[in-house]
């Protein structure tokens, strides 16, 4: 990493310059629940979410360009291109669930969108749905409506950001699906290169930036089982923990459960034994 330079910190990732036009992004295994990074890494958590990103980069390209230049052999480090983000998260709702459904309850819609009465907690909605998110500094980010979205970024940009989102989200929806995997909702960070255009950039489809549910337990009505670190959220919720720092420390079990939920998710998704990754991460590029 001598080459490198360190200029950023995220609850996940590290961030490095390699020089004016390329970036390294180093995935850890650290997890964060509540917007609080916790003391127990999860083993390989960073590099299910960088050979995840890598395999979703490799097959959107004919959707969106993106960042990528290159995986590295640690299996958890991504060469990619400088972008210019944009400052909206990009998210995609197939599904009623999380913030969602709390906007739903409270409004009978979502960022603008109105919906159906009636719908229960994890429905599938009849068609997805384009909800922009502020970049929170610290603490959550906001879903912010169309208009407040377009305020930020410009009309015709908010237009083709959307468009860019929902058939990202429709390939990996139908990608998923027929590994036995819903996507219920996703974000993406998208981002403006040199000539304008608009690349794809960050992680891609990852349990950490989606709700992977197993369709065979999927029953609308309440939360599902999932694929990402709602394990962890459970446990903690379950302590009676105020949700401020520093948060709990996680026993062996909840650890375990963890990491085998994110490998499970690897290996549906891509279709590759998790350990043919770690010994050559390349793989996932084919």
Known sequence: MSEAVHVGSGKVRELYALDDERLLLVASDRIS????????????????????SAF??????HLC??????????????????LEMLPIECVVRGYLSGSGWKDYQATGGICGHALAEGLLESERLPEPIFTPATKAQTGHDENITHEQAAELV?????????RISLELYRFGAAHAAARGII??????????????RLVLGDEALTPDSSRFWPADDYAPGGPQPSF???????????LGWDKTAPGPELPDHVVAGTRA??????????????????????VVLR
């Open 183 to 196: 996507l219920a909702d996703t974000k993406f960070e998208l981002g403006v290169d040199d000539s304008g």
């Open 154 to 162: 410009g009309a015709e940009q908010f237009a083709e950001a959307e």
């Open 33 to 52: 629940t509540f917007d609080v990074v916790l003391p127990t890494d999860i083993p390989d958590k960073g590099r299910v979410l960088t050979g995840l």
């Open 65 to 82: 360009p993106n960042h990528l230049l290159a995986v590295r052999p640690d299996g958890r480090s991504l060469e990619c291109r400088r």
């Open 261 to 282: 939920r994110y490998v499970e998710a690897f290996e549906r998704l891509t279709g590759s034994s998790f350990g043919d990754y770690l010994a050559e991460p390349e």
């Open 56 to 61: 979703w980069f490799a097959r959107t390209r």
């Open 228 to 238: 990402d670190k709602q394990f962890v959220r459970d446990y903690c919720e379950s």
